[in-house]
């Protein structure tokens, strides 16, 4: 395999808009596949250059940010957890509850007992978004 | 003494454009659209009707700003959506969110309680993001947000 080619601006806005895609319908039964499709990319290719640009593959991206909807959710509604998950976007209950501790580091009903403890915390909920939605090493 | 902000900067990929979204589907003032001399730069403002004093300028990235390699890694930034430019207020999260739905504008993120305010987030045509928000006169202290 040679040195890939730098994406070019083209290529970032169709990736954005994938990425976008996953930023407003995390609800809906989206998974790669479909974004790749919606985005008019084959599912390798897509992984492959999504990756490059954004750091993350956006498998990962999307459950990311299903989870960061659930720890909203979690705060603030009156649901159980199983609402929630299904909510979310995720099928199975169990995959759901690993990988929200993975990400957060406390089961969802740790994080929701901790979460009507303590106080407000007044972050812009934009900054959380660009926060949530930037790079991360793991 | 700084008294305040005056004019700030947008970047965009094209200014044509630039103004069509800005005055046309968010529905701001046109403040200047003056070019200086020929195939000089155009400089290119808007603002809010009723902040007479903050204008944002509409620049395309390029020479004599940047160097080409800058403007490159500029738009390449504008273009992969990683750029937030402003916050923008409102009276009316919801109201202005339908209608600029309407409009065509591109929303990430449907009107949302925080504790600030009802907020919003939207997209211009070449990627910077910005927050619309409806501030509360005192914070939302019914729900722990951390």
């Given at each position: 395999m ?14 954005r ?7 407003r ?8 596949d479909?974004?790749a499709a919606?985005a008019g990319?084959?599912?390798y290719?897509?992984?492959r250059?999504?990756r ?5 593959t956006p498998?990962?991206?999307?459950s990311r940010r ?21 909510m ?6 169990g995959?759901?509850?690993t990988?929200?501790k ?5 089961t969802p009903?740790?994080f929701r ?15 959380v ?10 | 003494?700084?008294?305040g902000v005056?004019?700030?900067t947008v970047?965009?990929?094209d ?7 800005f005055v046309?589907k968010?529905?701001?003032e ?8 020929e195939?000089?730069?155009?400089w290119l ?14 620049m395309?990235?390029g020479p ?5 390699e800058?403007a490159e890694?500029l ?12 916050v923008f207020t409102?009276?009316?999260c919801?109201?202005?969110?339908r209608?600029l739905k309407e409009?065509g504008?591109?929303?990430?993120q449907e009107p949302q309680?925080?504790p600030y ?11 910077n993001?910005y ?9 939302d202290?019914s729900?722990?947000?951390n």
């Open positions: 040679g040195t890939p080619q730098p994406l070019d601006v083209a290529q970032l806005r169709r990736l808009l994938a990425k976008d895609i996953m930023d319908d995390w609800a809906q039964p989206l998974d790669v479909a974004v919606r990319y084959s599912r290719h897509f992984i250059c999504f490059e640009a954004y750091g993350e498998g990962r991206y999307l299903r989870i960061e909807r659930a720890q909203d959710l979690l705060r603030s509604a009156n649901l159980t957890v199983t609402e929630i998950c299904m979310v976007g995720f099928s199975s209950l995959s759901f509850c990988r929200f993975q990400q957060v580091g406390m009903a740790q007992a901790r979460a009507r403890r303590d106080g407000p915390a007044p972050i812009p909920g934009c900054f978004l660009l926060w949530a939605g930037g790079f991360r090493k793991d | 003494m700084i008294t005056g004019v700030t970047w965009v990929l200014q044509d454009r630039a103004k069509e979204f046309g968010l529905g701001m046109l403040r200047d659209d003056v070019t200086m001399g195939g000089g730069m155009r403002t808007v603002g809010a009707k009723d902040q007479p004093d903050l204008m944002l300028t509409l395309v990235p004599p700003a940047q160097d080409p800058s890694q738009k390449a930034l504008l273009a992969k959506g990683v750029l937030g430019a402003a409102t009276t009316d919801e109201g202005d969110y209608e409009r504008v591109t929303f990430l309680r925080r305010g009802v907020e919003a987030i939207f997209r211009d045509d070449f990627g993001w927050s619309l928000t409806q501030r509360f006169a005192e914070p202290e729900t722990a947000w």
